[in-house]
Nanobody, 115 residues
Framework: QVQLVESGGGLVQTGGSLRLSCASS????????MGWYRQAQGKQRQWIAT???????NYNNSVNGRFAVSRDTTKNILFLQMNGLNPEDTADYFC?????????WGQGTQVTVSS
């Protein structure tokens, strides 16, 4: 079983930055890939970005240029650097890892952007 734990959320003003972390209980190289998602209140979960085992990253166009995914494979941590935040970015943020057809999810971390 893979356990993922997000952290780094909080309250930030418009234009500010946050870096989210997702700590994995297993080596990142044992997963086919990992991703970041978010879910605003009353809305469906939205895909933000995915990174493959090989390090290829794809972004949702809505965050491209503002958000960046990185990872520390020695510590098994996935990061999401978020810059230029605005109130529309307010949501619960989740990371996931996948292996074949199996997906593992963290519990989420809340991000609130004040205007």
């Amino acid at each position: 079983q893979v356990q993922l734990v997000e952290s780094g959320g909080g309250l930030v003003q418009t234009g500010g930055s946050l870096r989210l972390s997702c700590a994995s209980s297993v080596s990142l190289f044992t997963l086919d890939g990992m991703g970041w998602y978010r879910q605003a209140q009353g809305k469906q979960r939205q895909w933000i970005a995915t990174i493959t085992r090989g390090g290829i990253v794809n972004y949702n166009n809505s965050v491209n240029g503002r958000f960046a995914v990185s990872r520390d494979t020695t510590k098994n941590i996935l990061f999401l650097q978020m810059n230029g935040l605005n109130p529309e970015d307010t949501a619960d943020y989740f990371c996931n890892g996948y292996r074949a057809a199996t997906y593992f999810w963290g519990q989420g971390t809340q991000v609130t952007v004040s205007s």
